[in-house]
C-alpha cells in the first residue's frame, strides 16, 4: 500500500478541490453534450419516419377515396338472348345508355362509344350479366348498376389530371372531360370509401384491382412460416442450449447458425426453387412454397432469439429445479422456457415481421404471377403483399402507383396489428423472478 | 452473538459452543465418501477428500474462499454433473451405495439429497406451486387434498406457515430474503429427503433471518442429516455437530465441532479459527 502518499484523513488538501471543482466543469458540459447528440439522434431519426409516412399517406390515401357511377341500363330483349346470356355485349347497353343521358348518339364506327367506355369500368357490364344469369326475368326491364369508374376518370374527379395541358399530353381529351363534368350535374357520380381495394383482389384494370388476394396469401404463408419455423427453431435451440455437449461439433454447428442468419434472402429462394419445386415439385407460386422457403430464412434468426432468451434465465431457476430432483427435461420445460417465452415470441414475431416484408425469395419460387383470385388453399397460386406492390410499382398506368403506396400502407397495419399481438403474447407470458 | 466478523486481525476469536448431544459423536454414517478428487478441466479442485457424515446431525464445511467445500458438497447429490467440465473421481457413499455408480440415477439421488442454494432461489409461481412441485413430479402426493395436506405439512416444518398461509397464491418471490430461504428449506423437505445439503444458506440474509434459519437447521437435525457449508465460524459453532476443515483443496481435519474449535490438530485449523487468515 502506498498510505504515505495519502494526505492524512479529514483534511482535503484546497489543491485537490480546486483539481476537482475545475474537471467537475468539463464533466459536466461533456455530459451536457452527449445528452443533446441523444436528442439530435432521435429527432433525425423521427425526421425520417416522419417523411417516409407522410410520403406514403399522401401518395396513397387517394386510393381509399373512390368514384362510383350509378346508371339505368334498359335490357333491351332485342340485344339479349335469354337461352345464352353471356353472348350479350353489355358493356355498349351501358354506355348507350350513358350516351342517352349525355344526350350523345353513337357513330356507325363506335368511337364516341368507345371513348364513353374508357370513362366506365368493364365492372358495370359484369354487374349486368350476373343480375341476368340469376334472373332471366329481368330482361325487357331498367336495371340499375352503380360500379366503379375508370381509374383515368377516377384521377380526373380527384383532380389529378391536369385539364389545362394539352390535350394530347393527357390521357382523356377535351370530350371526355366534358362530359364527366356533365355526368357530375346529372348527379350520377357519387363518391365514397374505397371498400373495393379492401375486398377485391388483383386485376388488370386498377380501379378493380385490390389487396384481398395478397393479404390473404400473406396470411397462408405466414402461417406455414410461423408453423415451422418456431417449433423447429424453438426446438434445436432448447437442444443446443440445454441439452448438447459443448465440443466440436456443436461449435460448427452454431457457427454456422450464425452465418446463415446473415445469408441474402434471395439466397434461400433459389434453394427453394431447386429443392422445394424442381426436386419436391410443390406447387410454385403456392403460400406452401413461399412459407417453406420464408420459414428456412427465419430459422436462424428464430434460433439465435430463442438462444439468447434462455441464457438470460438465472442459472438458480436450473439448479433450484435440478436440486429437487426435476430431470433434465422437466427442468427446461417446467421452468427454464417458460421463462424465457417473452424473449422467443419477441424473436418469433420479430422473423416472422421480417418473413412478410419479403420479396426476393419469393420472386425465385414463381409468386410474382399475376393472380386476379383470392387463394383458396395452400397449394393455389397466390400472391403476398410485397410482391403485390413490385407488381403495381411496375405497372405503366399511373393509377396503379396511388395503390402501390396504399399497399404498403396496408402492409404496415398489417405489421402493427402483428406487433401488437406480440406485445399482448409477451404480457401474458410474462413472469417476473 | 449473530455473526462473526471473518478475518479479523485482533488475535483469537471467543466462539460460544452449544452443549452437544451425544449422539452426534457415536452416530452412524450417513454419507461416507472416501478419496474424493474434482477436476474442473485440467484444475484439481478437491484432492483427496474422505470425510463420514453422520446421520441425524449437522455437519458443517468451513474453510476460506475456493477451498473446494462447495464443491465437495455439490458431489454428494451430482450437481457437478452439470458442469460440461467437471470430473469426479473416488467413492461417495449414501446408506453404503456409491452415488456415482451408473446404476444411481441423479434424479432419484437429488430426491433422496435435497438442496439449499447460497441465494434464495425460489420458482417464479406461487408459494404453493414452489412446495408442490417435488412431489407433485415424484409422485409423492398425487391429489388435490394429499399435495394441500404434504404443502402445509413442509410450510409448518419450515416454520413458515404462519406467516404465508393466508397468501399462498402470492408468487415465491414476493416474500423476503429470509422468508425466501425457508421457503426454499420447505420446497426441499417436501419430498422427503433423506440428506439436505445447504450451500451457504445464510450469507445473503440479514442477522435476524439468519437466526431464524438457523433455529430451523437445529429443529431438522432431529430427522435429517444436513451437510451445511459456511463462512462463518460462529454459524457453524452454533448449528453443527461435525465440523471438517478444507483448505485449498484439501479436508484439512474433521471432528467433533466443540473439538475442532477448542482443540484443532492442525495449525492451519487453529489459524483459520483464530482468524488469522481466512
Known sequence: ?433 | MLSQPEGSKDGPVHIELRPQSAHAVDAPAKLRARDVNVFYGDKQALFDASLDVPEKAVTALIGPSGCGKSTFLRCINRMNDTIATARVTGRIELDGEDVNDRSIDPVLLRARVGMVFQKPNPFPKSIFENVAYGPRIHGIATGKRELEHVVETSLKRAGLWNEVADRLQAPGTSLSGGQQQRLVIARAIAVNPEVILMDEPCSALDPIATARVEELIDELREEYCIVIVTHSMAQAARVSQKTAFFHLGKLIESGNTDEIFTNPRDTRTQDYITGRFG
Open chain 1, 1 to 433: 500500500m502506498t498510505d504515505a502518499a495519502l494526505p492524512p484523513a479529514g483534511a482535503q488538501p484546497a489543491l485537490q478541490r480546486s483539481a476537482i471543482e475545475a474537471r467537475l466543469k468539463a464533466r459536466r458540459a461533456r455530459e451536457a453534450r452527449f445528452r443533446w447528440y441523444g436528442r439530435l439522434a432521435i429527432t433525425a431519426a423521427l425526421l425520417f419516419l416522419a417523411v417516409l409516412l407522410g410520403r406514403i399517406v399522401s401518395q396513397g390515401y387517394t386510393t381509399f377515396v373512390d368514384y362510383r357511377m350509378s346508371v339505368p341500363v334498359y335490357l333491351d330483349p332485342a340485344r339479349i338472348d335469354p337461352t345464352d346470356p353471356t353472348g350479350a355485349n353489355y358493356d355498349l347497353m351501358v354506355a348507350d345508355a350513358v350516351l342517352a343521358k349525355l344526350g350523345e348518339t353513337d357513330d356507325a364506327l363506335g368511337t364516341t362509344s368507345g371513348k364513353l367506355m374508357a370513362l366506365l369500368s368493364t365492372d358495370l357490364g359484369f354487374q349486368l350479366l350476373d343480375k341476368v344469369r340469376a334472373d332471366p326475368r329481368l330482361i325487357g326491364q331498367t336495371v340499375t348498376v352503380t360500379g366503379p369508374v375508370r381509374a383515368d376518370a377516377s384521377l380526373y374527379f380527384k383532380g389529378l389530371v391536369d385539364a389545362s395541358a394539352a390535350e394530347t399530353d393527357r390521357k382523356l381529351d377535351d370530350r371526355q372531360i366534358a362530359w364527366l363534368e356533365k355526368l357530375r350535374s346529372l348527379g350520377m357520380v357519387s363518391s365514397g370509401f374505397n371498400t373495393s381495394f379492401l375486398t377485391r383482389s388483383d386485376s388488370t384494370e386498377p380501379e378493380q384491382a385490390g389487396v384481398l388476394g395478397a393479404v390473404v396469401g400473406s396470411a397462408l404463408m405466414l402461417l406455414v412460416t410461423g408453423l415451422l419455423s418456431v417449433p423447429i427453431g424453438v426446438l434445436a435451440a432448447v437442444y443446443l442450449e440445454e441439452f448438447a455437449p459443448k465440443n466440436r461439433w456443436t461449435s460448427i454447428i452454431e457457427v454456422n447458425i450464425n452465418n446463415l442468419a446473415a445469408v441474402p434472402s434471395i439466397v434461400y429462394g433459389l434453394l427453394g426453387l431447386a429443392v422445394f419445386i424442381n426436386w419436391l415439385a410443390v406447387p410454385r407460386s403456392s403460400p406452401l412454397v413461399g412459407g417453406l422457403v420464408l420459414a428456412l430464412m427465419s430459422l436462424p434468426t428464430v434460433i439465435i432469439a430463442t438462444r439468447s432468451a434462455l441464457k438470460a434465465v438465472p442459472p438458480s431457476i436450473r439448479e433450484a429445479a435440478l436440486g429437487v430432483g426435476a430431470s433434465r427435461t422437466q427442468t427446461v420445460f417446467h421452468h427454464v422456457l417458460p421463462l424465457a417465452m417473452p424473449g422467443v415470441m419477441t424473436g418469433a414475431i420479430l422473423s416472422l415481421a421480417h418473413a412478410l416484408g419479403e420479396t426476393a425469395p419469393l420472386l425465385m419460387v414463381g409468386m410474382v404471377s399475376f393472380v386476379p383470385g383470392v387463394p383458396a388453399g395452400f397449394t393455389e397460386s397466390a400472391t403476398v403483399l410485397p410482391v403485390q406492390v413490385f407488381i403495381w410499382e411496375n405497372a405503366s398506368e399511373r393509377a396503379f402507383h396511388e395503390r402501390t403506396a396504399a399497399a404498403i400502407m396496408v402492409l404496415l397495419v398489417f405489421m402493427i396489428v402483428m406487433n401488437l399481438a406480440a406485445i399482448l403474447l409477451r404480457r401474458r407470458f410474462e413472469r417476473r423472478w
